[in-house]
């Protein structure tokens, strides 16, 4: 039998496939180290590129470990990290031009799927943005530090 107290320390399953999905966004953003970075409407490759990839790793875990402790400051780090992503793929959308996408990748890009896969990835941001603003309470844990 569960008494109450160890009902109200479990964790939602909900915060379980969200921490598994920051997990995930970790090993993706790792996974492009030293591959070129679209950033704010410019592709950096090189030693940028690999910075960015680093920089955005390091936010990506900070928020793989905070969900897992459940920290309130995480939250917020949540949504504005969501939103800085969401900004970020509609800039690139709108100053990259599929050319320049084209000669990274030697390869043909059609200009229709590339805008309905980053406004779909947008969408998708957004709606994982919701479910986290909707589920605030169980970042409960107020300590400032994950460590």
Request: include cysteine; glycine fraction near 4%.
């Amino acid at each position: 039998m569960i008494c109450a107290e160890d009902n109200e320390n479990r964790r939602p399953f909900g915060l379980t496939l969200l921490t598994g999905l920051y997990l995930f966004f970790f090993l993706l953003s790792i996974s492009t180290y030293g591959n070129p970075f679209p950033f704010l409407g410019t592709i950096y490759q090189n030693a940028p590129a690999k910075m960015l990839v680093f920089f955005d790793s390091l936010i990506c875990i900070y928020l793989f470990i905070g969900i897992c402790k459940r920290q309130t400051l995480t939250w917020y780090l949540l949504l504005g990290y969501n939103l800085f992503e969401i900004i970020n793929t509609i800039v690139n959308l709108i100053y990259i031009p599929p050319q320049e996408i084209a000669k990274l990748v030697n390869a043909s890009v059609d200009q229709n799927a590339l805008t309905v896969n980053n406004i779909a990835a947008a969408l998708a941001i957004l709606l994982l943005s919701q479910f986290i603003y909707r589920n605030k309470r169980y970042f409960n844990n107020p300590d400032k530090f994950l460590f």
